[in-house]
């Protein structure tokens, strides 16, 4: 099995303990959140990037899908450039 095979099923895992209706994420915003830990990770220390990625996941909780994408890759830059 690839990594985005294993990837797939695991967050359709997590996503079935979550209740009903959960949320989905697109393949994008998946990439946005893994590129948004790395950078965090790379940033700071290992340790911020679960709680980085939490965090945005906060802000985001109430957001239109269709905006989700772009709020992570911004914040992405804006931790880039403070780096």
């Given at each position: 099995?690839?990594?985005?095979?294993?990837?797939?099923?695991f967050?359709?895992?997590?996503?079935?303990?979550?209740?009903?209706?959960?949320p989905?994420?697109?393949p994008?915003?998946?990439?946005?959140?893994?590129?948004?830990?790395?950078?965090a990770?790379?940033?700071?220390?290992?340790?911020?990037?679960?709680?980085?990625?939490y965090?945005?996941?906060?802000?985001?909780?109430?957001?239109?899908?269709e905006?989700?994408?772009?709020?992570?890759?911004?914040?992405?830059?804006k931790?880039?450039?403070?780096?």
């Open positions: 099995m690839d990594q985005s095979n294993e990837l797939t099923e967050l359709e895992r997590v996503r079935s303990l979550l209740g009903p209706n959960p989905a994420v697109t994008g915003e998946i990439e946005a959140i893994l590129e948004l830990a790395r950078v990770a790379h940033t700071s220390e290992r340790r911020a990037a679960p709680v980085t990625t965090l945005a996941g906060l802000v985001l909780g109430g957001a239109a899908p905006a989700r994408e772009g709020f992570i890759d911004d914040l992405v830059v931790l880039e450039v403070n780096r």
